[in-house]
C-alpha cells in the first residue's frame, strides 16, 4: 500500500510539473485553394469540408491533391494563461505553412512561390502575442499550407498551444510584425515584412548568412520616455547591435565577425537611458544583426519592452520559482 501512494504521489508531481495547455488536435474545417479573407474571424466557414488535425490529408479525402489549402479551427484559453507566456505547437507541416490567430500573423515557416523552399522537416513552434487572444471567449486559428508534392497538410505531432511560464510584464510587447532587409544598414525602398521571433531561414531568406537589420516604430508617454527602460530581445543568432533613433545602445557577441562566440545563447536584456526615448511621437528600434552560418535573426522571444524596476522584479520573481 506504501508503494502505491509513493506511485500516486509521484504520478500526481509529473502531471503537475507539466505547462498549461489546450490540445487542439481533432476535427478542423478545410478547404483547398486560397482566398486571403480565409484569415478573418468574420469569414464564414460553416460549409467547408472537416479534417482530421494531425493527419496527411491524403489519408482524408483528398489523394493526388498538391497546392494550397487552408486549415480553420475554433478554441478558448481560460484566464489562468491571460499573464502566461504562451507557444503555439503545430507539429510537422508539408511544405509551407502560414498562421494567423484572429486575423492577424504570427508565423511562416519555409517560403512560398515564387521563392519556394519546403520546410517539411521544420517543427512548428510559434509564439502567441497574449494581445491577440480573447482570453475566455472564442478565438480562431487560421493555417495557410502549400504542398508541392507528395503528401500534403499538418501530417504529425503535437497540435496544442501551452505556457511555458510568466510573461514578463512589458508595457509594449514586440512581438509580431517588423521590417527587414539584407546588409548593415536598413534600406526603406528594399524592407520587407518579418515575423518576430521567428528563423528568418523560415521566413523567405533560406541559406542567407551575413547582415541584416530589423525595425520597428514605437510611441511611448511623457511617463515612460522619463524611465529607465529594459528591451528583452530574446535570442538572437549570432551577433547584434541594438541603436534606438539612431544612438548607439549597446551589443551582443562580435558584429563585426573577428571570431565566432557562443552570444547566440545568451537572452539579450539592453538597459536604456531616460529621454532615449521621444514622448510622443515614432521611435525608431534598430536591431542589426550578424548570423555566421545555419539558423539567423531573432529566433526566440519574449521581445518587448519594460521599465528597470519591472525587470528586476520579474527576474527576482523567476529565481523564486
Given at each position: ?118 520546410a517539411y522537416n521544420a517543427l512548428r513552434k510559434y509564439e502567441v502575442p497574449p494581445s491577440l487572444i480573447r482570453f475566455g471567449e472564442e478565438n480562431i486559428l487560421a493555417v495557410r ?98 541603436f534606438i533613433n539612431g544612438k548607439f545602445i549597446g551589443e551582443t557577441g562580435d558584429y563585426h565577425r573577428r571570431g565566432y562566440g557562443e552570444s547566440h545563447r545568451q537572452l539579450r ?53
Open positions: 500500500m506504501g508503494s502505491l501512494m509513493v506511485l500516486l504521489f509521484m504520478a500526481h508531481a509529473v502531471l503537475a510539473a507539466e505547462p498549461d495547455e489546450k490540445d487542439l488536435r481533432g476535427l478542423w474545417k478545410f478547404r483547398i485553394g486560397d482566398r486571403s479573407e480565409w484569415a478573418s474571424p468574420q469569414y464564414d466557414d460553416t460549409d467547408w469540408d472537416h479534417i482530421r488535425v494531425p493527419a496527411r490529408w491524403e489519408n482524408e479525402g483528398f489523394r493526388g491533391y498538391d497546392g494550397y489549402a487552408w486549415y480553420r479551427t475554433r478554441f478558448s484559453l481560460g484566464a489562468e494563461l491571460e499573464n502566461k507566456k504562451l507557444t503555439l505547437e503545430l507539429g510537422y507541416i508539408d511544405d509551407v505553412d502560414e498562421v494567423f490567430i484572429n486575423g492577424t500573423k504570427i508565423g511562416q515557416t519555409g517560403s512560398f512561390s515564387p521563392h519556394y523552399t519546403t499550407v502549400y504542398d508541392s508534392q507528395l503528401e500534403g497538410g499538418i501530417i504529425s505531432g503535437n497540435v496544442r498551444i501551452f505556457s511555458t511560464g510568466v510573461l514578463p510584464p512589458f508595457f509594449q510587447d514586440l512581438t509580431g510584425t517588423w521590417m527587414f532587409n539584407k546588409g548593415k544598414a536598413f534600406q526603406e525602398q528594399d524592407h520587407k515584412p518579418i515575423q518576430v521571433p521567428g528563423a528568418w531561414e523560415n521566413q523567405g531568406y533560406n541559406n542567407f548568412d551575413g547582415y541584416a537589420v530589423y525595425t520597428r516604430k514605437i510611441r511611448v508617454s511623457e511617463a515612460i520616455a522619463s524611465q529607465r527602460l529594459v528591451l528583452l530581445a530574446g535570442r538572437i543568432d549570432d551577433a547584434d547591435q541594438l536584456n539592453y538597459f536604456i537611458p531616460p529621454h532615449v526615448f521621444k514622448a510622443g511621437e515614432d521611435n525608431i528600434l534598430e536591431i542589426r544583426v550578424y548570423d555566421w552560418g545555419g539558423f539567423g535573426g531573432i529566433q526566440e522571444g519574449p521581445v518587448g519592452l519594460m521599465t528597470q524596476d519591472q525587470f528586476r522584479a520579474y527576474w527576482k520573481s523567476k529565481r523564486r520559482n
